[in-house]
């Protein structure tokens, strides 16, 4: 247990379907991230928020929306999909966004059909 | 953006050493991570060298030269439970952690 959790852990969807990731860090972190890990693929960064602000988005299509309530919570919400879009999305925490240790959820295996 | 190379496989013996190799070229180097992943699970920290030289934790070594551009990660005695995904990962400016497509390492008894 890394103290960061992702609900759920598996998701298969239609390409029509909405629907949302959810990541909560018991760390008392101030960052949080969201990830796209692909087979055979390096982790790639999709979002970064500090303090509750979004201070990256590293080019992700708009299909992909994400949402920080509080410096607890995450959210991913998904619509339109494309297959290409399977892979497992990561959420990840910090203490403050400068070379600090990263702590991973579980992440969620995303299928979209 | 990062440039980041590790093998993508190797395999050894239980009780054995290996060492895993990184290579990167970056701007604003300001540190690199390994993390472990075993399958199905969340990467989990390892090790992180801003400095050239060796740390040591346990079982587990890792190197770095920033001249080079290069570090490894050192396993030794190995376990069969070290069967995973190491991931090298680098920051560089302030919080943008590029990560290696990883190498997995099988431990055969």
């Known amino acids: 247990e890394t103290g960061v959790t992702q609900t759920p852990r598996h998701l298969v969807m239609g390409m029509t379907n909405k629907k949302s990731l959810k990541c909560e860090q018991h760390?008392?972190?101030?960052?949080m991230y969201w990830y796209k890990q692909s087979a055979k693929k390096p982790l790639e960064l999709m979002f970064v928020?500090?303090?509750?602000?979004?201070?990256e988005n590293n080019s992700v299509p708009s299909r992909f929306s994400p949402e920080c309530p509080n410096s607890s919570h995450l959210f991913l919400h998904l619509h339109t999909l494309q297959p290409e879009d399977s892979a497992l999305y990561l959420c990840?925490?910090?203490?403050?966004?400068?070379?600090?240790?990263?702590?991973f959820g579980p992440g969620t295996r995303l299928t979209v059909l | 953006g990062q440039n980041i190379d590790q093998p993508t496989e190797m395999t050894a013996t239980e009780g054995a050493i290996v060492q895993i190799n990184c290579t990167y070229q970056?701007?604003?180097?300001?540190?690199l991570f390994w993390y472990q992943q075993h399958a199905g699970e969340a990467p989990t920290f390892l090790s992180y060298?801003?400095?050239?030289g060796l740390e040591e934790k346990g079982r587990f070594s890792s190197f770095l030269s920033r001249s080079k551009g290069y570090s490894y990660l050192l396993l030794k005695e190995l376990q069969m439970k070290d069967s995973a995904s190491y991931l090298c990962?680098?920051?560089?400016?302030?919080?943008?952690?590029?990560f290696g497509a990883g190498t997995t390492v099988t431990v055969r008894a």
């Open positions: 760390l008392g972190h101030n960052a």
């Open positions: 970056t701007s604003g180097f300001n540190g």
């Open positions: 990840a925490s910090s203490q403050g966004t400068d070379y600090n240790e990263q702590f």
């Open positions: 060298n801003v400095l050239d």
């Open positions: 990962a680098v920051i560089a400016g302030d919080y943008k952690l590029s």
């Open positions: 928020y500090s303090l509750e602000e979004r201070v």
